[in-house]
């Protein structure tokens, strides 16, 4: 199945991560491709590359709302690099479950072509779970998508000035 996790509420990553060791947890291989995360920050990367089953990639680690002097080609380009490693996943038919964590922000930010997606997951073989997150889906996305989980923001401490916080948000 396809499932989309967005919206404007904290979760959608930390609950892909969940169904990843869920999967990891009944021996299936996994892989994660991740967009605006730099692999040396966030938390769930220094744990997760040690286990077994499981393949993490990072592509265009640095999105331009968050860091300035970033160039928008080399952005797409690493968006690129990032659909051919997902469509290579695709062809080989040896993953169980593929995460493509913030994806929808990729696509709504114009960094990569929802019709090129909209190709790979028509195209994904029948056993292969895909989860996608990110604020923003796509309708495109949405339309192809079994499941959809939307995390709606209730109350958040960032809108009081409380900045992320290490082994929480990040």
């Known amino acids: 199945m396809i499932q989309i996790y967005t919206g404007n509420g904290k979760g959608k990553t930390t609950a892909a991560i969940g169904l990843a060791i869920r999967a990891l947890g009944h021996n299936k291989n996994v892989s994660i491709i991740q967009f605006f995360k730099d692999k040396k920050f966030y938390g769930e990367q220094k744990v997760l590359k040690h286990l077994k089953n499981l393949k993490i990639y990072s592509f265009a680690s640095k999105h331009p709302h968050f860091y300035k002097n970033i160039k928008i080609?080399?952005?797409?380009?690493?968006?690129?690099?990032?659909?051919?490693?997902?469509?290579?996943?695709?062809?080989?038919?040896?993953?169980?479950?593929?995460?493509?964590?913030?994806?929808?922000?990729?696509?709504?930010?114009?960094?990569?072509?929802?019709?090129?997606?909209?190709?790979?997951?028509?195209n994904k073989p029948k056993k292969m779970e895909i989860v996608i997150t990110g604020r923003s889906a796509h309708k495109k996305i949405l339309k192809l998508a079994d499941l959809i989980t939307d995390m709606r923001l209730v109350k958040h401490p960032y809108y009081t000035g409380i900045k992320s916080r290490k082994g929480i948000e990040y």
């Open 73 to 122: 080609e080399d952005i797409k380009n690493e968006c690129e690099k990032a659909l051919e490693k997902i469509a290579k996943i695709i062809k080989e038919k040896k993953c169980d479950l593929l995460i493509l964590d913030e994806l929808n922000i990729a696509i709504r930010d114009k960094y990569i072509d929802v019709e090129k997606i909209v190709r790979l997951l028509k």
